[in-house]
Nanobody, 115 residues
Framework: QVQLVESGGGLVWPGGSLTISCAASENIFFFNTMGWYRQAPGQERELVASIPVADSPKYADSVKDRFILYRDGARRTLYLQMNSLKPEDTAMYYC?????????WGRGIQVTVSS
């Protein structure tokens, strides 16, 4: 069973930076796509950023030029570096991995941007 474990969330000031991690139990290049979603209270879950196995990362317009998605195959870890954070970035962030028709989710991690 594939496991995805997020870490690194927390409270950060507006304008600050935070990097969250997703450690996978499998070789991350085993997945067709990996990415991060987020869900704010009362909102639907939305895609933040994703990276296909052999392509460049893609970002939601709301985070483009602020967030950077990257991976470390040796550590089996996907990272999301979040810069210039805004209060509207506050949400539960979920790691996601897909292979064929199978979709895997982490349990989520809270990121709160507040003064």
């Amino acid at each position: 069973q594939v496991q995805l474990v997020e870490s690194g969330g927390g409270l950060v000031w507006p304008g600050g930076s935070l990097t969250i991690s997703c450690a996978a139990s499998e070789n991350i290049f085993f997945f067709n796509t990996m990415g991060w979603y987020r869900q704010a209270p009362g909102q639907e879950r939305e895609l933040v950023a994703s990276i296909p196995v052999a392509d460049s990362p893609k970002y939601a317009d709301s985070v483009k030029d602020r967030f950077i998605l990257y991976r470390d195959g040796a550590r089996r870890t996907l990272y999301l570096q979040m810069n210039s954070l805004k209060p509207e970035d506050t949400a539960m962030y979920y790691c996601n991995a897909r292979i064929a028709s199978r979709v895997y989710w982490g349990r989520g991690i809270q990121v709160t941007v507040s003064s």
